[in-house]
């Protein structure tokens, strides 16, 4: 009796073996993620700095400030406003300002007090020691100081960024997201990085929003100078691109293995 032996068919290993030559080689040459930035490879330990602890911003070297400085305890600011609701006006703040830079040494050249250091308060500190500084020349002298040009930046996925002007101390971080246009369609929720400068070194933590489980982490305070970064998916373009590529590929592997089970 005469027994045939099957021999097993090379095309599946044949396909196999180019489809994962060829992810590969996508995947080492950047085609499947062009616009991927800050990867942080298998063996990245990253930090842990977001938390929930609202915290005033801090006036640093490089911020402006407003002051504004009524006396009487802002007698003249009160009764603007009231005098024109009386007599049925808008009413209005009158609030008049210049912005005073903080320079490297944290100094602002304020009026009528000149060189003051500023730099390290926060914007309450920063009114308290102006209201006794002022008081010194107005009587009971009314002070209020807002920081400004604090700015935290947004990378979008692809080649979308903002820079966003950060004029709240509790913005969370859904909430940045929110302002720069959302997790656009390219952009992967669960993987978006929040970059922050502490102490000197860039410190990075990865933070998953696509469960709602994580809600808690997407309440986290930011920071000035913070860079949210919202990692892009696959490059659904680079498939439209092989896709004749991997056709003419396959075929070939079919002829291959066509002519290679007819000469066994």
């Known amino acids: ?115 003051m250091k500023i730099s390290g308060l926060t914007e309450s500190g920063a009114e308290k020691m102006l209201t006794t500084e002022y008081g010194k020349i107005y009587t009971d002298a009314f002070v209020n100081v807002v920081i400004t040009g604090k700015y935290i930046t947004v990378y979008r996925g692809g080649s979308d960024a903002k820079q966003l002007a950060l004029n709240r101390s509790d913005l969370t971080l859904l909430e940045a997201i929110g302002m720069a246009g959302g997790i656009p369609e390219n952009g992967r929720s669960s993987k978006i990085k929040v970059i922050r400068n502490i102490q000197g070194a860039a410190q990075l933590q990865e933070i998953d929003l696509s469960s709602i489980d994580d809600i808690a982490l997407g309440n986290m305070y930011i920071q000035p100078n913070d860079i949210i970064y919202i990692e892009p998916n696959i490059n659904s373009t680079v498939f439209q691109e092989i896709g004749p590529i991997l056709s003419t590929i396959s075929s070939i592997a079919v002829i291959y293995a066509f002519f290679a089970n007819v000469n066994q």
């Open 1 to 115: 009796m005469t027994s045939f032996s099957k021999q097993p068919t090379k095309r599946p290993i044949i396909h196999l073996l180019l489809a994962g030559m060829l992810l590969a080689t996508f995947s080492s040459c950047g085609m499947l993620y062009p616009n991927r930035m800050l990867d942080t490879g298998k063996d990245f330990v990253e930090s842990s700095f977001l938390d929930t602890i609202y915290r005033e911003f801090v006036i640093e070297p490089g911020d402006q400030i407003q002051v504004f400085v009524y006396p009487n305890g802002g007698y003249n600011l009160i009764e603007s406003q009231i005098s024109n609701q009386m007599n049925y006006y808008q009413p209005q703040t009158m609030l008049q300002s210049l912005s005073y830079q903080i320079d490297g040494s944290g100094m602002a050249n304020l009026p009528r007090l000149g060189l």
